[in-house]
């Protein structure tokens, strides 16, 4: 089992327009909402793809009925946030091919200590059974740096591998924490160290104490940068939404960490193919054609290997 952790949930509301006109009335379809947060999407995908995921995640008290049905595929524990509405992040898609997607997200509202014990109450009792666990999101304002590290430390005795995709400060603290694997993109990676380079800022955050750091890149791919090298992926470039994509692929390396694997190419080769079939979703947590196609499309280049 997967068990991934989703610190500040959304609901997620995506609208679809032609063209917005922006200062003007814009009429749209019926919105979409759904149970979301990056740590949500992964286990959603992975349940699509036949892998054993267990959600978790704290609610606000009038969203958690709604995020109970919608999460119903997929095994979950909602932890009720009796004091906080849950946040809400809104998709804007422009065009039918998602030529343009515009995100307003609220930063949420922060969360007590007792919710964060409860939740990592469910999270120990769940990970006797897990192989990997995913910490997946944003934190709410306000969150200590020591609930993190509670959380890593558990998977560190569970003896099992961390996958984290956070930011800022938080990317930094798992690293220092051994996190064995941090998926920041670029503009991440680069708030949280200063540095342009993404190789140079990479391994920055091995020589922190991560395993491995891999960086999206958008349409120019990712980067997998380990203490075995630097490999470099990238596909042909497709138009569709890219809100899910960096989800798919997070999903994609925890499956693999889940089941021992430690090929680099072959980890960043799947996790670009998921990346890239999410694009023809209409929403984040999903893969909306199938990877296998794609994955024969996929170019890995070795940009350094130790001597």
Not at 230 to 258: C, E, K, Q, Y
């Amino acid at each position: 089992m997967i068990l991934t952790v989703t610190p500040n949930p959304a609901l997620d509301i995506t609208m679809r327009v032609s063209e917005v006109e922006w200062g003007e009335t814009n009429r749209v379809a019926a919105s979409v909402r759904r149970a979301g947060g990056k740590g949500l999407n992964v286990a959603r995908v992975l349940t699509q793809q036949r892998e054993h995921a267990h959600a978790i995640a704290p609610v606000g008290a009038d969203d958690l009925g709604f995020f109970d049905r919608d999460l119903a595929a997929v095994p979950h524990t909602l932890i009720l946030d009796p004091a906080n509405p849950t946040r809400r992040s809104i998709a804007v898609v422009e065009g039918s091919g998602a030529h343009r997607v515009t995100l307003f997200n609220e930063a949420g509202h922060p969360t007590g200590d007792a919710v964060w014990s409860n939740l990592i109450a469910a999270a120990q009792e769940l990970l006797p059974e897990a192989r990997c666990l995913v910490v997946s999101g944003s934190t709410p304002p306000g969150f200590p740096p020591e609930r993190l590290r509670t959380l890593i430390a558990a998977a560190a005795e569970a003896d099992i591998p961390l996958v984290a995709d956070l930011s800022a400060g938080d990317l930094l603290l798992a690293a220092e924490c051994g996190a064995t694997l941090l998926k920041p993109n670029r503009r991440e990676l680069r708030e949280a160290t200063g540095e342009e380079d993404p190789v140079v800022a990479a391994r920055g955050l091995i020589d922190r104490g991560a395993g491995s750091v891999v960086v999206s890149l958008g349409e120019d791919g990712m980067l997998l940068v380990a203490a075995d090298g630097t490999r470099h992926g990238r596909s042909p470039v497709r138009l569709g939404n890219p809100t899910g994509a960096g989800d798919a692929a997070v999903a994609s390396f925890a499956a693999h960490l889940a089941d021992g694997t430690t090929d680099g190419g072959l980890m960043i080769a799947r996790a670009i193919a998921w990346a890239t079939a999410s694009l023809a979703a209409p929403e984040a947590g999903l893969l909306g054609a199938d990877p296998d196609p794609i994955l024969a499309e996929i170019t890995v280049d070795d940009l350094w290997s130790p001597a």
